[in-house]
């Protein structure tokens, strides 16, 4: 109402204000656009973090593989490194094919060992083939046989044994023969044949090679092979010790044949050599030196 004419008072009209459509048109598709943008740049964040944890991890998979490779590697050569240490190689020689000695037998004359050459189950016996007479090789195979057993301890000794065959029997009468080896090793066996046969067949057993012949002037001449054979509880023949194969290499080689190592593979060995009845000129050819 009007204070003074009493009469009401006329409404205001409001008037609605209205914002050109192109402002707003402009305005919606800005903010379409910059929602877009905002979208891009999230979906291009999250393929491009994603991308750098793919390379990452196909980084890290390369790597550790790298890493493992190495390893293996190191492992591998440490491997062969430790078996090549581990194959030195022995004094003695090998051949092959290895030869089987189990049913050669040659009477014995002396000594516990029987007619046999293949000694008890985890033993050796060391064969050697040779002749009382003879001036330089035999006195001084046995004497190094001597010594390269003594080097072992006392329950290895116990696992050896010693066979000395005769190849030249006309001379080497039981008693002699016996004698003779007692006086290097007391407890050797010592073996003697007169069937000429049955030596030829047991020496090319053994891969031994000897001659016993009659100089012009009547004297006996025998030559024979100088090697020792080592033969296992098999009845092989794992080793051979060439002539001068001194008492400490033996006694090396008897040490990791009793401990169940073997030689890797088989050498061929040199062949057999002959050793005649020439003069001696060592010391140490005295039984018992």
């Known amino acids: 109402m009007h204070p003074t004419t009493g009469t009401p008072r006329p409404t205001p009209t409001r008037v609605p204000t209205t914002r050109p459509a192109g402002r707003t048109l402009a305005r919606t598709v800005l903010v379409r656009a910059l929602s877009r943008t905002v979208l891009v740049r999230a979906l291009s964040r999250t393929v491009l973090v994603r991308a750098l944890s793919r390379t990452v991890l196909v980084r890290a998979l390369f790597l550790g593989t790298v890493i493992l490779a190495a390893a293996s590697s190191g492992a591998v050569l440490a491997a062969c490194s430790s078996d090549t240490d581990a194959a030195e190689p022995f004094s003695g020689y090998t051949r092959s094919p290895a030869a089987d ?167 061929g060995g040199p062949p057999p050599e002959r050793t005649g009845s020439g003069e001696s000129d060592h010391a140490d050819h005295r039984p018992g030196a």
């Open 101 to 267: 000695v189990s049913s050669v037998s040659i009477p014995a004359v002396g000594g516990g060992g029987g007619d046999s050459f293949v000694p008890v189950p985890g033993s050796l016996r060391l064969v050697f083939f040779g002749f009382t007479s003879c001036p330089d090789v035999c006195p001084t195979t046995l004497s190094d046989l001597r010594r390269g057993i003594a080097g072992l301890d006392a329950g290895d000794r116990e696992r050896v044994g010693v066979d000395v065959v005769t190849v030249d029997p006309a001379r080497d009468l039981p008693e002699v023969l016996d004698a003779y080896v007692r006086g290097f090793l007391p407890d050797a066996t010592t073996h003697r044949t007169d069937d000429p046969d049955l030596l030829r067949r047991s020496a090319d057993a053994f891969g031994v090679d000897y001659s016993v012949r009659t100089r012009p002037d009547g004297a006996p001449e025998v030559s024979h092979s100088g090697d020792v054979l080592v033969v296992d509880d098999t009845g092989t023949v794992v080793l051979a010790w060439p002539r001068g194969t001194g008492s400490s290499r033996i006694t090396g080689d008897l040490e990791r044949l009793l401990q169940g190592e073997r030689p890797v593979s088989a050498t």
